[in-house]
């Protein structure tokens, strides 16, 4: 009997486990990273930089050769190259001073200039290359702007910021007004922070402001926010990667959920002939919540859009730009959550009194005609359940407008987007980009015709040109080439769909193999996650469905998963709310959804789950662990926003709620990090001033407390972004996946090149 028991674990043990993951995974692993799966996909995007006349433009787009120039002329259906390679990399070889290589032109703000004439830019200098002549001259012309200068729409003005006050600059004369007087930096006129913005505060460096205003289309006036920003918080770095022993000081201005003081902004409208200005009829509002203003050809008011705080309302005002005075036409509630600032859309039609205008209202984001007077309803102009991204195009003398949406085609993944077209009284509504995948629009300058870039999650990407009136196809442009990737042994991930547990809601997601993937096996799962109410983590297009950190990690021995769970974004506002205000509920889905997939494919192995993810994606990974502590084992979290009362304002007070309440607490992996049971890792770049790097210390700080075993990475002189690419927190990753979910240790000290 006990032979029997012998052959039984043998069996069992040959079956759950896996052989020593090697040098040799690794470097395939490697291959299969983004950067270098880059290298094997060719031709597979059309990016179009139009022609001021006519309907061609110019592209670039890698190819066997390398980079490469086209350009289309549409009207004559024909592309090809916009120049002879091989004579402007002699020519720029000779004078730049270095060798030039013809596929390796380092070449950037290419434009079509004239007949066989392009201009374009090498760091700052600005060239004009005539390749019917074969010339190449430096490019004479007047100094570019600042970011602390705006030109007005005519181009007979420039207004500029200096010392927190605003000034007017007319370009012919060279004539200096200074519109005004009171202002100080930290309360200046169009003087704003760029989000990024940081400070050396042990080297006394100050803010650097950049200038915000906004034009009429006329030039006539000029509408100016000032930022009252004297009291707000400032978040602190500690910068270690610096010459000499000592750490420096970084800082940036940052308000957090539930500050009581923010940084705060009121509106001035400018008369630029008289050089005056009034006070716009607007109450201070925290300048997080939006600042900009819409203007348009032929009208003489503005237009503001007006969030409050707590994301709850929402509400359109137009401006009287002679006096400053405004009215209010529109407000628009949603008590219970929030209204969502990504359906916000508005389009003018001054002449017959009506404004274009999308909203929840029903249920899903839909467009609205609303009359600009009364701010009533005139028709709702689309209606059903899928969901609406805005409007692309308004022709108002033919009242019809263009849009995306996804969910409106039967019988196919809800997600993918599509192109449409329909009048403003609702009626005949047409489909203008019928394959079933992904598509990117760029509409034409002179609205006839639009470049779809179109693909999936398993096939490629192809470039067409449509017209606009009806979708039919002008040319194909471009169709990628993945030659190369599918000898490497690449398949496309495999789709599935789950009823979520209310018996209702279907979920959607991908599965994604080693290429070595053998269906005998049990293989260990890991959840790549970003619940992120705002976005979607699955795959829709090709390039995000290849270019990810996925399916490296399935080269060492995992299945991933990527699943969508309720109370993440595109479906209706009832699936979206479900997250509100108990951000990281998708997780819920994701559990189950990977339990059904064990019971559905004896390859996945629910026994040893796995989860990453980044930003809200590393909020996930350590939530996981701790509200999940008996289905995820392990998990690896990077730049995680772990309690939310430490993060942006904007992003907690819009998702999870404001005023601060006992919601924060609850959802807190810091608060909950007494719970952790399984292996985690967590992970922080030291200049990262997205998601401060005091979130994840504060966690690794509760997780001393608890006296729980964890690993920390502090990646010095890593922002957000550089956390996620650095190679050697990629290779920990894996080996901590190996090491704990595989139960066998990696290869030592590996090297990502």
Known sequence: MKYLYLFIFLLVDATFSFSQVTTEDYQRAEKFLQRNLEKSIFNRWVEPT?????????????????????????????????????????????????????????????VISGKGEISFSTDNTQWVFNSDLNTLK???????????????PDGKWVAYIKAGNLYLKEKST??????TTDGIPENGYGCNL???????????????????????????????????????????????????????????????AGDSVVTLTDFFVFDVAQKRGVKIDIPSNPAFLGTSFYTFEHCPKAYHIKYYRGYKTRELFEIDLETGKTRSILVENYQKSFVDPETETFELMYSTNEFIWCSEQDGWSHIYLYDLSTGKIKN??????????????????????????????????????????????????????????????????????????????????????????DGRMVMEVEKADIDDLTKMGWKPAEPFTILADDGKTMLYGLIIKP????????????????????????????????????????????????IDGRGSAYRSKQFH???????????????????????????????????YGHSAGGYDATRALLLFPKFYKVGVSSAGDHDHRMEKVWWPELY???????????????????????????????????VNPSATLKLAGELTKANKDFELIILPNNNHDTCYWNKYFLRKRWDFFVKYLQGVEPPKGYIIK
């Open 577 to 611: 709310d479900i997250s509100y205000s108990r951000l990281g509920y998708g997780l819920v889905d994701h559990v189950y959804a990977i339990k059904a997939l064990g019971k559905r494919f004896s390859y996945i192995d629910t026994s040893r789950v796995g989860i």
């Open 138 to 152: 430096r490019k004479i012309s007047e100094p570019s702007l600042t970011n602390k200068e705006s030109l007005s």
């Open 194 to 256: 760029d989000w990024y913005a940081t400070r050396n505060d042990s080297k006394g460096e100050k803010n650097d402001y950049t200038i915000e205003v906004y034009w009429s289309n006329d030039s006539k006036k000029l509408i100016a926010p000032r930022f009252d920003r004297r009291n707000t918080r400032r978040l602190q770095m500690y910068k270690v990667d610096v010459e000499g022993y000592q750490s420096e000081i970084v800082s940036y201005e940052r308000e957090l």
């Open 50 to 110: 139009w022609a001021t006349k006519g309907n061609s433009f110019i592209y670039q787009v890698n190819t066997r050769n390398g980079k490469e120039f086209f350009i289309v002329d549409i009207d004559k259906k024909a592309k090809s190259i916009a120049f002879d390679h091989s004579k402007l990399a002699t020519l720029l070889t000779e004078n730049l001073k270095k060798e030039i290589k013809p596929f390796e032109l380092p070449i950037s703000n290419i």
């Open 380 to 469: 709702q102009i689309t209606k059903g359940d899928f969901y609406v991204y805005g409007v692309n195009n308004l022709d108002a003398k033919n009242r019809k407008i263009w849009f995306p949406a996804s969910g409106l085609e039967p019988n196919r993944d809800p997600y993918l987007k599509h192109f449409y077209s329909i009048n403003l009284n609702g009626s005949n509504l047409q489909l203008l980009s019928p394959e079933d995948a992904m598509h990117d629009i760029k509409i034409s300058p002179d609205k006839k015709f639009f470049i779809d870039n179109y693909s999936s999650y398993k096939d490629p990407n192809i470039a067409l040109i449509r017209w606009m009136k």
């Open 656 to 690: 999870q709620g404001f005023p601060i309440d006992t919601q924060y607490h609850n959802q807190s992996n810091v608060t909950n990090a007494s719970k952790l049971e399984g292996y985690l890792m967590i992970a922080t770049g030291d200049q990262d001033n997205n």
């Open 174 to 179: 060279g004539i200096e007004s200074q519109l």
């Open 515 to 562: 290429t070595n993937f053998d269906p005998s096996k049990k293989y260990p799962v890991i959840d790549g996650t970003y619940s992120g109410p705002h976005t979607i983590r699955v795959p829709k297009n090709f390039s995000r469905s290849v270019l990810n950190m996925d399916l490296s990690l399935a080269e060492l021995g995992f299945i991933v998963v990527n």
